[in-house]
């Protein structure tokens, strides 16, 4: 299963990029993982808000299948432990699903198009992150879901 992490907005913070690196890298060991930064439409900042999440869904609506499993990170989601989340995964696994995506919105969450593609919604919690620390976040948490699923020593039960 491909395990994919997608993220509307601008390229990491040179801090942010380095634990990435670092989570994806010992990911890579567990599934096939990738990161896909989606740039913002040109000119966003100038439309008015719906405008720039529609053009947004349709940047994701072009590059999602019809068999992928859209999870998308909304303040709405469901919330999950780490070991919901793995077992989230363990079950994906299982499905025999070819391609797991996980993703972040832009700056004001994610159009009405896009939330009705996905299967699932998650939130990470009922604080705001910026978006770039969401994408390191999102990074390490799918690395230790996948030890909780290996039974290996990283996450403390």
Request: charged residues 25%; aromatic residues 8%; positive net charge.
């Amino acid at each position: 299963m491909q395990t994919e992490l997608w993220s509307i907005g601008k390229a990491n913070e040179a801090y942010v990029e380095e634990g990435i690196r670092l989570f994806s890298g010992r990911l890579r060991h567990y599934t096939d993982f990738s990161l896909r930064i989606i740039p913002p439409p040109r000119n966003a900042q100038h439309l008015p808000i719906p405008e720039q999440k529609r053009q947004e869904a349709r940047l994701v609506e072009q590059q999602c299948e019809k068999t992928d499993y859209l999870v998308a990170l909304d303040e709405g989601g469901k919330q999950m432990s780490t070991l919901q989340l793995a077992d989230f995964l363990r079950h994906q696994q299982n499905s025999s699903l070819r391609r797991l995506i996980f993703l972040i919105g832009g700056a004001h969450g994610l159009d009405a198009a896009v939330l009705s593609l996905a299967r699932a919604r998650l939130s990470l919690s009922d604080l705001t992150f910026p978006h770039q620390l969401v994408r390191l976040i999102m990074t390490e948490q799918l690395y230790r879901a996948f030890t909780v699923l290996r039974n290996e020593k990283y996450h403390h039960q």
